[in-house]
């Protein structure tokens, strides 16, 4: 052997003797963090995963002046750059659940709530649409970013036994703050976070916020989110309450996300029904009902003596006509998506799908997903990967009914946006922790987690109190 070669050896090897001792320090800092600042681990999660989805915007350097034309002429799909930051977050944020996880197994907290069956539907969930699709799947891969999740969602497991507020508290803050830079952003430099030239539904407005979301449909939801959380742990602040929800609502209307507008609407009638047209025993209130049966009656004598037919015509002469007529493109993504499964009905096409690879291959380059999360998880995971999301999600949805009393109703409403948006969207997918669905989904399912049946009388019960707080002015 050459000097040459044992050199070259040499290099190879203390590199990768040089990268294990970095992993094996970077995890005992995260151990000992975890043993002084156990508790405000999962808290700083929320605010991570924002500055992921915050620097992998403003490192992007996108351009969106032509976007409105041709969704290929921004950079990365829109989905940001900074790899090298995002990979330290994405480090940080999974390196702080390993050691949360182990801090737990080595000593373990009883809890008066349970919370395994959703646990183990959302393991069973992610292995069908993560793990047995990169192997049997029709294009099999494997795909390490997919992992990051199950360790993230594992750690809210075993820190269930924890106070929720702070992680609202800190959840609050982070959205606030991208919010604020979004509008600043779209100020400051607005052909990185706004798409000129947009016809939306809103008259007289050509423009559509992008912000420091990834897309639209990125930083609308999670204006949405902040909205749900500011009303169920309200700012003590009176001037801070007023900046949280005029930002959250400026950023709401300008992205222009016609499905988050429409579980906005969803959010509101579930408040209002929780809230206001229930009685104390869950049954409807007789002064709702008597104002339903007259709204009713009003509407149908309204609707008997209106020309439908006319105004349906102007309403087609219109983008909001369009858009519904077209179902704004989906109705041909999902019958790709439908024979996509078909193609491969146990397993579907794998972790790929709706990559670059397959948009070509279906001549559909602008449907980066099936824009429906059972069709998602049906094409990319085939029936294991439909059946597995379908019970995971009755599993969330009676945790959010379960939590209702303590959330106020929030946690129906925002059970209910992320059911909404399944139907247009697909919120639900583990391609990366560093998205705003996946912000959403980890709130919900920590919310969740904390409402499961009481299994240990004894045990102490996680905080949930979440009652409007006095608020004061300055």
């Keep these: 052997m050459s000097f040459g070669e044992i050199f070259s050896y040499a290099i190879y090897f203390g590199a990768a003797l040089a990268i294990a001792i970095a992993a094996v320090l970077g995890f005992g800092l995260f151990l000992q963090a975890e043993r002084s600042f156990g508790r405000l681990i999962v808290p700083a999660l929320v605010p991570l995963i924002a500055l992921g989805i915050t620097a992998g915007t403003l490192l992007s350097g996108r351009n969106l002046t032509y976007a409105s034309f041709s969704i290929d002429t921004i950079n990365a799909e829109g989905q940001g750059g900074g790899g090298g930051i995002l990979r330290l977050i994405s480090f940080s944020i999974v390196g702080l659940c390993g050691a949360k996880i182990l801090g737990y197994l080595l000593n373990p907290i009883k809890t008066a709530t349970d919370g395994k069956p959703l646990f183990i539907a959302f393991v069973a969930f992610f292995i069908a649409n993560a793990v047995l699709n990169s192997a049997f799947g029709a294009h099999p891969e494997f795909v390490h970013n997919t992992f990051y999740s199950i360790i993230v969602f594992a750690a809210l497991y075993f820190s269930r036994h924890e106070p929720l507020s702070d992680t609202i508290k800190f959840a609050k803050l982070a959205l606030l703050a991208m919010m604020l830079l979004s509008l600043a952003v779209a100020i400051a430099k607005p052909q990185l976070a706004i798409q000129p030239s947009y016809k939306g539904w809103i008259p007289g407005l050509s423009i559509r916020l992008w912000g420091v979301g990834s897309n639209p449909n990125s930083i609308g939801p999670l204006a949405l989110l902040l909205l749900l959380l500011e009303n169920m742990q309200p700012s003590r602040k009176l001037w801070l309450r007023w900046i949280t929800i005029l930002s959250a609502l400026a950023v709401f209307a300008l992205a222009q996300s016609k499905t988050v507008w429409l579980a906005g609407m969803?959010?509101?009638?579930?408040?209002?029904?929780?809230?206001?047209?229930?009685?104390?025993?869950?049954?409807?209130?007789?002064?709702?009902?008597?104002?339903?049966?007259?709204?009713?009656?009003?509407?149908?004598?309204?609707?008997?003596?209106?020309?439908?037919?006319?105004?349906?015509?102007?309403?087609?002469?219109?983008?909001?006509?369009?858009?519904?007529?077209?179902?704004?493109?989906?109705?041909?993504?999902?019958?790709?998506?439908?024979?996509?499964?078909?193609?491969?009905?146990?397993?579907?096409?794998?972790?790929?799908?709706?990559?670059?690879?397959?948009?070509?291959?279906?001549?559909?380059?602008?449907?980066?997903?099936?824009h429906n999360q059972l069709l998602q998880s049906l094409s990319m995971a085939g029936t294991f990967g439909g059946i597995s999301l379908i019970i995971y999600l009755f599993l969330l949805g009676a945790g959010a009914f379960r939590a209702a009393p303590a959330t106020r109703g929030i946690s129906l409403a925002l059970f209910a946006t992320v059911i909404f948006r399944c139907m247009t969207e697909a919120p639900l997918t583990f391609g990366t922790i560093l998205n705003g669905d996946f912000l959403t989904h980890f709130i919900l399912f920590a919310i969740a987690l904390r409402s499961a049946p009481r299994t240990q009388q004894n045990a102490p019960a996680p905080a949930m109190n979440f009652q409007p707080q006095k608020i004061v002015s300055p």
């Excluded at 004598?301 to 493109?329: H, P, Y």
């Excluded at 998506?337 to 078909?342: F, G, H, S, V, Y």
């Design 266 to 370: 969803v959010a509101i009638g579930m408040l209002f029904w929780y809230r206001h047209a229930r009685t104390e025993n869950g049954g409807m209130d007789p002064r709702f009902a008597l104002a339903l049966i007259a709204l009713l009656l009003v509407g149908s004598i309204g609707l008997a003596n209106t020309d439908l037919e006319r105004i349906w015509l102007k309403i087609t002469f219109t983008q909001a006509g369009t858009d519904i007529t077209s179902l704004t493109g989906r109705a041909q993504i999902w019958a790709t998506a439908i024979a996509t499964w078909k193609d491969n009905p146990l397993f579907g096409y794998g972790p790929s799908a709706w990559g670059l690879e397959h948009r070509l291959h279906i001549a559909l380059p602008f449907a980066f997903s099936a």
